[in-house]
């Protein structure tokens, strides 16, 4: 049934007693010849299996004609509302109506409650999520900004100490003759210097920069990234 804009299910059974099984003829018979059998077997040997022995049940439980209605049947519960009625020696179902969907309608707004309780959990542990990556994101583009920072500070430094080298070498040698290979590796040291002290350069970050966006307080960059 609809309830509210719920649908909660109702279900209508009828109760059973517990009593004594009384042994039909046939489970009578049918016993009788088992244990003849089986008396027979543990004459012939000093064991014999009781696998095979009639089951016959020790209740029955035939239906007495009241009635029960559940709510719900199957869930579990545990707002305390009451979802099983009972025919009685006091009371009887159809006596019990009121009380019945008084029932269905606080289920139907447990439900609901419910229902907004893991909306607004839900929306919590979004905005958690949320703050938690954006952490994330801003802490790696803070971490990928230093790591540029070192690479243009490590690239600088090398090219200043190449051209000093080459500058001291120079000077220390001027007006000396020096060996062809001497010559080549000053000229190599020379063109080493100059492209270091490019990759230093304002153009070549600004390059960088704009490759990487690091510079974007937007940008998402993965903390793989390795900055070139």
Request: charged letters at 35%.
């Amino acid at each position: 049934m609809i309830v509210g804009g719920e649908e909660i299910s109702i279900e209508l059974s009828e109760q059973r007693d517990r009593v004594p099984h009384i042994q039909t003829e046939k489970e009578i018979v049918t016993l009788a010849k088992w244990q003849a059998k089986h008396k027979l077997e543990l004459r012939q040997d000093t064991w014999a299996s009781a696998w095979d022995k009639p089951r016959i049940a020790d209740w029955d439980y035939p239906p007495n004609g009241r009635l029960t209605i559940e709510l719900d049947k199957g869930l579990y519960h545990s707002d305390g509302i009451r979802r099983k009625f009972a025919d009685g020696k006091r009371q009887r179902l159809e006596n019990l109506t009121g009380s019945i969907l008084v029932s269905a309608a606080s289920i139907s707004a447990a439900r609901k409650t419910t229902a907004e309780q893991q909306r607004l959990q839900m929306l919590e542990w979004e905005e958690s999520e949320r703050q938690r990556n954006e952490t994330e994101r801003t802490n790696t583009l803070e971490h990928k900004r230093w790591e540029c920072l070192e690479l243009q500070m490590a690239r600088h430094e090398k090219a200043r100490r190449v051209e000093d080298f080459v500058e001291a070498f120079k000077t220390s040698k001027k007006g000396k003759q020096l060996s062809l290979d001497c010559e080549k590796f000053i000229l190599w040291a020379e063109t080493t210097g100059r492209l270091l002290r490019e990759a230093a350069s304002p153009e070549a970050l600004t390059l960088t920069l704009e490759r990487y966006k690091l510079m974007d307080d937007t940008t998402n960059i993965p903390s793989w990234t390795e900055i070139k």
